[in-house]
């Protein structure tokens, strides 16, 4: 009796051309907030920094005219041209820095067409840091003559109106911590009065 025949396995050749696999390399996020926190704290450090600069550097004090009165002007035309005023004003002194302020004068004057008729000074005082104060400063002027503008003058009286220019100028000490800086600020006005009831019409102040 014949003995059955064993099959054997078939065999495939293998493809030429093996697909490539792609691997990807996954990182984790933790190690991504680690790098980037340095630069996070580094850009908020430099931005504190430029805010304090910008806080803490000193700047000069504002100066503002708070009030402006005119007492009494008298024009004198005979024997020459002379004018005699009385200027009541109150200087506003406004602290912007967190440093105190040891103002050693504070001066007034005033003057007629870019020529000064007199000036006041006033006493020393003391400003806190964010905070203001107020100074009063009295401006009597008898027989100052104004040769040079003699026809300005006919002019404006005619016109009924007097242009004058008062300056107010503050020098003093600014406290920073141990140190003291130099500081000095300045505000001009133009002030226009008439002539027939010494009121003032306009003023316009502005600082330098």
């Not at 000074?121 to 009597?140: K, Q, W």
């Not at 020098?171 to 130099?182: C, I, N, S, T, W």
Request: net charge positive; with cysteine; charged share 20%.
């Amino acid at each position: 009796m014949a003995s059955p025949k064993t099959s054997e396995p078939s065999y495939y050749p293998l493809p030429s051309h093996q697909h490539h696999q792609n691997y990807v390399v996954y990182h984790p996020a933790v190690s991504r907030r680690r790098q980037s926190r340095p630069r996070i704290i580094c850009t908020a450090a430099i931005l504190l920094l430029a805010a304090a600069v910008y806080f803490l550097w000193p700047s000069d004090p504002d100066l503002n005219i708070a009030r402006l009165r005119l007492d009494r002007i008298h024009i004198h035309t005979v024997p020459t041209f002379a004018v005699d005023a009385t200027l009541r004003l109150t200087v506003k002194i406004i602290n912007v820095d967190f440093y105190s302020i040891d103002y050693s004068w504070l001066v007034v004057s005033i003057g007629y067409r870019g020529k000064t008729l007199g000036f006041v000074t006033s006493d020393r005082g003391h400003v806190r840091g964010m905070a203001s104060s107020y100074v009063d400063a009295t401006l009597e002027l008898e027989g100052v003559e104004v040769l040079s503008d003699v026809i300005m003058l006919v002019e404006d009286l005619a016109r009924g109106s007097v242009p004058f220019d008062t300056v107010t100028e503050v020098r003093g000490r600014l406290g920073v911590f141990f140190f003291e800086l130099p500081l000095k600020a300045r505000v001009s006005c133009e002030v226009r009065v008439n002539a027939r009831n010494q009121t003032i019409i306009r003023q316009n102040c502005y600082n330098k």
